[in-house]
């Protein structure tokens, strides 16, 4: 009785991505065509960044990024480097876990381990939109770990004895990302022992049942090097919404896609398209690129839209789709303001573009003035073109609070921090944070923070260009 499923999901993928296409649909005008994909580039861009993420992870078992089949999980035990390219601004203080789910034939029950009061760590439950359905861990459910039960769209049936949760997802395909605290190098044996921990299974082999009738096998397309940032992008979108169904609010939107050709499992078929109509979809792509530079530029560099408003769930982000595009291009799978407050540091204290290449910077935080966080913070530099960690001769890439006692305090208590390409004066060099020889952008993250951070009475410190 716990089994139940939705009709709609068993058909949904038997995929039409290639073989005889039929023909599309494209009844829009050009200047209709630029409008609706400049809606649907915006709507779609997360979805086509998470699939990069998914594919690569998942999917392609050779890759260097491969990380677990569906509904296993892989761990990683080692941090984030410069060598690790799966997705952008990725967080080095927190090993990951990932767990790509298919909830297609039945639930999942997700399994976390006990641990010390003292450790942080989460598994953060994102939908194929990159929304935020849910947490598990210490934020939420504490640190006493747990059974969790994930289900799919449509899914109907009782919680089951033993499980602590149910938890309800809109799209059939989801990711799990865990976050395990690391303390330091000689913390990774530790870390190692949690992430074994971490258990998932069907529902059916958890209540110990037959397991459901199999679903059909989904034909992953391969990705191509401009999906994000050309009309491609609507291939891969099509293909991914036959794994969700049309949200109340959004029938209107999903009608206007249609006339673009944008339908949930059907092909994309480019090649049936005019140049004229071609033209028109790229022409709507570059409105809806130049609407977020906008954006990042007046709200974003400025402090004026924080972390908290990109990332979260649906009813949170309600239906804003250039704040979900600007969290999945600045940095995908952010947290929820909840559990993470994420500050970016993209220009200095006069507004200007920060470049190692032309200026050395400070960043100060008075004396009592740390980042307030329940859990730690963690301020991480990345590379303004690759947006990926700094390489460095330190292999320092990041100050954390967990280093407070290693680094130097000002004469006054304060913290004074050193961000710059070359090295600093030798007794300085404790709190030098490499930057690149070129642009660069810093994310400041504050785990659980308290709630000072969301009410703005926390103030932060801006990087300061050394003589300016």
């Known amino acids: 009785m716990y089994l139940k499923r939705p009709a709609f999901l068993l058909a949904t993928c038997l995929c039409l991505w290639a073989g005889n296409v039929p023909a599309m649909n494209f009844s829009a005008t050009p200047d209709e065509a630029r409008s609706i994909a400049r809606?649907?580039?915006?709507?779609?861009?997360?979805?086509?960044?998470?699939?990069?993420?998914?594919?690569?992870?998942?999917?392609?078992?050779?890759?260097?990024?491969?990380?677990?089949?569906?509904?296993?999980?892989?761990?990683?035990?080692?941090?984030?480097?410069?060598?690790?390219?799966?997705?952008?601004?990725?967080?080095?203080?927190?090993?990951?876990?990932?767990?790509?789910?298919?909830l297609r034939a039945e639930p999942l029950v997700l399994t976390l381990p006990p641990i010390e009061d003292e450790r942080y760590y989460s598994t953060q439950l994102i939908d194929l939109y990159t929304q935020n359905f849910a947490y598990l861990g210490t934020r939420t459910t504490g640190n006493k770990g747990g059974n969790f039960m994930i289900v799919g769209p449509g899914w109907k049936g009782e919680k089951p004895a033993n499980i602590d949760a149910v938890i309800p997802s809109?799209?059939?395909?989801?990711?799990?990302?865990?976050?395990?605290?690391?303390?330091?190098?000689?913390?990774?044996?530790?870390?190692?022992?949690?992430?074994?921990?971490?258990g998932v299974q069907p529902l059916s082999q958890f209540l110990h049942q037959p397991a459901p009738a199999a679903v059909p096998a989904i034909d992953w397309p391969a990705p191509v090097a401009d999906m994000s940032d050309s009309?491609?992008?609507?291939?891969?979108?099509?293909?991914?919404?036959?794994?969700?169904?049309?949200?109340?609010?959004?029938?209107?939107?999903?009608?206007?896609?249609?006339?673009?050709?944008?339908?949930?499992?059907?092909?994309?078929?480019?090649?049936?398209l005019s140049s004229e109509q071609r033209k028109a979809l790229q022409d709507g792509i570059a409105a809806g690129k130049a609407e977020f530079g906008?954006?990042?530029?007046?709200?974003?560099?400025?402090?004026?839209?924080?972390?908290?408003?990109?990332?979260?769930?649906r009813e949170h982000l309600n239906n804003n789709y250039l704040y979900r595009y600007a969290g999945a291009?600045?940095?995908?799978f952010g947290n929820s303001a909840e559990e993470a407050d994420y500050i970016g540091y993209f220009v200095d204290n006069q507004g200007h573009p920060v470049d190692g290449s032309k200026h050395r910077y400070t960043l100060h935080f008075a004396k009592d003035a740390l980042p307030p966080a329940n859990?730690?913070?963690?301020?991480?530099?990345?590379?303004?073109?690759?947006?990926?960690?700094?390489?460095?001769p330190l292999d320092r890439y990041l100050i954390n609070s967990r280093m407070l006692p290693?680094?130097?305090?000002?004469?006054?208590?304060?913290?004074?921090?050193?961000?710059?390409?070359?090295?600093?004066?030798?007794e300085l060099q404790s709190n030098w944070l490499p930057a690149p020889d070129g642009p660069f952008y810093g994310v400041l993250r504050i785990y659980m923070p308290k709630p000072e951070v969301a009410k703005g009475q926390w103030k932060m410190p801006l990087l300061t260009p050394v003589g300016g």
Do not use: C
């Open 170 to 198: 809109e799209s059939a395909i989801a990711y799990g990302l865990y976050r395990t605290q690391l303390f330091d190098e000689k913390d990774l044996p530790k870390v190692k022992h949690i992430q074994s921990g971490y």
């Open 406 to 426: 290693e680094l130097k305090r000002d004469a006054d208590g304060g913290l004074t921090l050193y961000v710059q390409h070359q090295p600093p004066a030798n």
């Open 294 to 313: 906008q954006f990042k530029k007046e709200q974003v560099d400025t402090h004026k839209i924080s972390s908290g408003d990109l990332f979260g769930s």
């Open 231 to 272: 009309p491609e992008l609507f291939k891969y979108l099509s293909f991914m919404l036959a794994f969700a169904e049309t949200q109340p609010g959004e029938s209107a939107l999903r009608e206007r896609f249609k006339k673009i050709g944008i339908e949930p499992g059907q092909p994309y078929a480019l090649d049936q």
């Open 39 to 102: 809606e649907a580039y915006l709507y779609g861009f997360p979805v086509v960044e998470m699939y990069k993420t998914l594919y690569t992870q998942a999917v392609d078992k050779d890759g260097k990024n491969f990380k677990a089949p569906f509904n296993q999980i892989g761990n990683t035990a080692m941090v984030f480097t410069p060598k690790d390219t799966a997705f952008v601004t990725p967080n080095s203080d927190t090993p990951y876990s990932f767990l790509w789910m298919d």
């Open 329 to 332: 291009n600045m940095g995908i």
């Open 375 to 392: 859990a730690f913070w963690s301020l991480t530099l990345y590379d303004g073109k690759s947006k990926l960690l700094v390489d460095n």
